[in-house]
């Protein structure tokens, strides 16, 4: 089946640096999503992107879709202390199901 | 915003009970929703996919049996965790498919079976 290779595992980073975390397929999918989850909570969307090659922004957050459509990464600006928790990417194929395949996550702390 | 509310946000029960969890979309109607299940600092993996007036599909390796899923309504999707074991303990979450595109998630219910 589908699987998503969500990479770095985990970071810790001092605050004001800027953090980077990509997600790779085998396969195609047609839309990705960037989600933040905090501990107990259920994961809340970051970013949007359903289009090839689309770049967009959130704030601090930017985020892109891959042009062969196996790919997206989320970058942070200026990290704060708030943005601890952890990132996880989600991609969804072209079956009409709407399933989505989430990545394993990227957990980030950030030190004050 | 559509929001989904999920209860309850925390559940202990012992062995050999069962176990039911709510969603509730609740200004929007879910033809669509998904179940997940998280264990500690793991992925959220999908467990079954749940439309409105017809049957539950499960995924691979996922007891149908076990894992009763109703969708009776469009606002109201239902998870029972059977004759729950140690082993059921886990971090279980509902996402409601937006008609707009896009999926909500619901607050997430941590079970412990004891």
């Known amino acids: 089946g589908q699987q998503l290779n969500q990479s770095p595992q985990s970071m810790f980073i001092q605050e004001g640096e800027d953090v980077s975390m990509n997600c790779t397929s085998s396969?195609?999918?047609?839309?990705w999503l960037w989600y933040k989850q905090d501990p107990g909570e259920g994961p809340v969307l970051l970013i949007a992107?359903?289009?090839?090659?689309e770049l967009t922004s959130n704030g601090r957050l930017t985020a892109q879709f891959g042009i062969t459509r196996k790919d997206s990464f989320l970058n942070i600006s200026a990290s704060i202390p708030s943005d601890v928790g952890i990132y996880f990417c989600?991609?969804?194929?072209?079956?009409?199901?709407?399933?989505?395949?989430f990545g394993q996550g990227t957990t980030l702390q950030v030190k004050p | 915003g559509a929001v989904v509310s999920q209860h309850p946000s925390r559940v202990i029960c012992k062995s050999g009970t069962s176990v039911k969890i709510e969603c509730r979309s609740l200004?929007?109607?879910?033809?669509?929703m998904f179940w997940y299940r998280q264990f500690p600092k793991q992925s959220l993996m999908l467990m079954a996919t749940?439309?409105?007036?017809?049957?539950?599909?499960?995924e691979q390796g996922v007891e149908k049996d076990k894992f009763l899923i109703n969708h009776a309504s469009l606002t109201l999707s239902t998870l029972t965790v059977t004759s729950a074991h140690p082993e059921d303990s886990s971090f279980y979450i509902c996402?409601?498919?937006?008609?707009?595109?896009?999926?909500?998630f619901g607050s997430g219910t941590r079970l412990t079976v004891v």
């Open positions: 996402s409601a498919r937006l008609l707009v595109g896009g999926y909500t």
């Open positions: 396969s195609i999918f047609n839309t």
């Open positions: 992107l359903y289009k090839a090659g």
């Open positions: 989600a991609g969804r194929g072209s079956s009409n199901t709407g399933k989505l395949i």
């Open positions: 200004d929007f109607q879910a033809t669509t």
């Open positions: 749940s439309n409105e007036g017809s049957k539950a599909t499960y």
